[in-house]
């Protein structure tokens, strides 16, 4: 359901914008949205679709700023991510990723807003198997393997993939949702190295970074550890640079592998068999070793031509 966009978080920043509970009209900066539909709301705020005066949908998600008697635990942690996925909407332009339109706080009812594209669709995760056509499934899944392929081109990976996160709108077209997910390379860097010395150092985090992005980074190498071994340190005297260097194959590896992975969920969607699946599963084993042999990330983005075709030669099959 629609209800799947769920996903945002907020940050404050001052705006002079109006908006009051009672109106259907959000005023921000720059525009007016009317107010549609409640489709659903969170423990800080709600998500609305809304249409501008020109007719174009937005999905708006609207966070109250926690009244000190309540308390509040987690809403600034919360609000201090929203730059980022803003920041990334913003950055990351192709068609098949979410687009961030702009942000803003109305001090009067000490509320902030993300605009985001409206996606009307459904996540994958509500998909059944075998319940779109074949067709389809392989269009979406090529359309998965090509915004992420940008967002690599453009030194930056999703490190939460899964089928929560990826969407299929009307017209079965892929949106890889979840801004807040992309990180730089920078960042993976920065989070490896705090995950492995298991310290967090001064200078080393930023508002953009801080520990649940390490513990995302952790529970994304667990995901995928099966399948491509990180290196662990072999010299703890080294600096933290040399170290993440020894490490930082793995990741990348890893990150071919998740995409891999969630694109083969996309086909189980469509009316692949499991034997087939696995077929692709192996084939795509046997690659990654030969990744390893020749590694840097221009072969990483070899990766993802790679594994577009072998998406679209298994479809020939």
């Not at 990334?88 to 687009?99: A, E, F, N, T």
């Not at 453009?154 to 929560?164: I, M």
Request: proline share 2%; with cysteine.
């Amino acid at each position: 359901m629609i209800k799947k966009l769920i996903f945002l978080a907020l940050f404050f920043i001052s705006t002079q914008s109006y908006c009051t509970e009672s109106d259907t009209i959000i005023h921000s900066p720059t525009r007016s949205y009317e107010v549609y539909e409640i489709l659903g709301q969170g423990a800080f705020g709600k998500v609305f679709s809304a249409k501008d005066t020109i007719g174009n949908w937005y999905a708006i998600k609207m966070y109250h700023s926690p009244s000190s008697e309540h308390g509040g635990y987690g809403f600034w942690e919360r609000l201090g991510d929203v730059q980022r996925e803003f920041d990334r909407g913003q950055y990351l332009d192709h068609p098949h990723i979410i687009k961030s339109y702009e942000f803003f706080s109305v001090e009067e009812i000490d509320s902030t807003f993300l605009v985001l594209e409206y996606i009307n669709g459904n996540v994958i995760g509500e998909i059944n198997k075998q319940s779109i056509s074949i067709d389809d499934g392989l269009n979406a899944a090529l359309q998965l393997v090509d915004g992420l392929k940008y967002a690599y081109s453009k030194e930056v990976l999703h490190l939460d993939l899964h089928e929560w996160n990826v969407m299929m709108n009307k017209e079965n077209e892929t949106k890889i949702i979840d801004l807040g997910s992309f990180f730089t390379f920078e960042e993976v860097e920065k989070l490896f190295y705090a995950l492995f010395k298991n310290v967090q150092l001064r200078g080393l985090f930023s508002e953009e970074i801080n520990l649940d992005h390490v513990e995302k980074l952790r529970n994304f190498i667990e995901k995928n550890r099966q399948h491509v071994t990180v290196p662990t340190i072999k010299h703890p005297h080294r600096s933290h640079t040399q170290n993440v260097e020894e490490m930082y194959k793995g990741v990348h590896l890893m990150y071919i592998y998740s995409v891999f992975n969630m694109a083969t969920t996309i086909l189980s969607k469509g009316n692949y068999s499991e034997e087939q699946i696995e077929s692709l599963n192996l084939e795509m084993d046997s690659y990654l070793e030969e990744l390893k042999e020749e590694f840097d990330t221009e072969k990483v983005l070899e990766g993802f031509d790679y594994l577009r075709d072998m998406l679209k030669n298994f479809n020939t099959k």
